[in-house]
């Protein structure tokens, strides 16, 4: 596997791979299985995978969250190496950003709900880190996880709006035997965090199940938000009802697929997201 920091020799290494499809899996490292998950598939279905490992400091509103984010590059290119993936981009900020971007990408409503209005300009550091990625590594395929649904509308929004010739393929998120989701951030979680943590995905379930009962979006927050009460430990940020391809709130669930349940919410304060899609 080769481990390249340079855009120069990233580029001529996917020149020397000329007519294959290029797989792009774009990371911030700490990885898990979700992320070897995202390697597997885009091994499956093209030519070459290529892994990028980048804490993108643009795309953090609070400087302690980016210097808390753990970076494991070592261990990550380990595992890459082990599952088989063909090339690891981990370039250093100076390499990503030669002088700093006054572009600014605004993506309407999103920047308003959930990530968007808790987390102002991380979608525009998101909008330019993944844009810049895309024009070095010109990929035919990246992959995303469904655990960052917004992120996922965002960077659809991204591809639609700028032409970018590559298709987005979104993948399940994967969850421990507990419940909860794989994230980088969980190995911030103390013991007793984790612990209690899976009951994130449980609160889903709840909610999911009301929905399907009949019961009201506003009278499930109501009911999860009480969820929460008991467990004191969670600083719920926001809990969304919405449609699953607008993430528009929405008054009762609808139709099979169509109904997204969203979660943030803090954690020994540790952020933590999830969704489920139902
Ligand atoms: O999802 C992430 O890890 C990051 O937001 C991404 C897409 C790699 C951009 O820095």
Do not use: W
């Amino acid at each position: 596997m080769k481990i390249i920091e340079t855009k120069i020799e990233i580029q001529a290494y996917l020149k020397s791979n000329s007519n294959s499809k290029i797989g792009f899996i774009p990371t911030m490292g700490a990885l898990h299985q979700g992320h070897l998950e995202l390697v597997k598939r885009s091994k499956e279905e093209n030519d070459v995978s290529v892994c990028s490992i980048f804490v993108n400091p643009t795309q953090f509103n609070n400087s302690e969250d980016l210097l808390k984010y753990p970076r494991t590059l070592e261990e990550d290119c380990n595992k890459l190496k082990e599952i088989g993936c063909d090339a690891v981009f981990a370039p250093s900020f100076e390499e990503m950003y030669v002088s700093m971007p006054t572009i600014k990408f605004d993506f309407g409503h999103l920047e308003h709900i959930m990530e968007g209005k808790f987390r102002p300009g991380h979608f525009n550091g998101v909008g330019i880190v993944v844009s810049k990625l895309f024009n070095i590594v010109k990929p035919t395929q990246a992959y995303f996880g469904q655990k960052d649904i917004q992120q996922v509308a965002v960077i659809k929004s991204l591809v639609k709006d700028l032409s970018f010739d590559l298709k987005i393929i979104v993948c399940d998120t994967i969850r421990e035997k507990n419940g909860l989701a794989m994230s980088s951030r969980n190995r911030r979680l103390s013991e007793n965090a984790k612990e209690i943590a899976p009951k994130i995905y449980e609160s889903l379930l709840l909610a999911k199940k009301l929905l399907l009962m009949g019961v009201n979006a506003e009278n499930t927050k109501l009911e999860i938000r009480n969820f929460y009460k008991s467990f004191q430990q969670f600083e719920l940020e926001y809990f969304e009802i919405t449609d699953y391809s607008s993430l528009e709130n929405i008054a009762f669930h609808k139709a099979e697929g169509q109904t997204a349940v969203i979660i943030a919410t803090y954690l020994d304060g540790v952020r933590l997201i999830d969704n489920l899609i139902f």
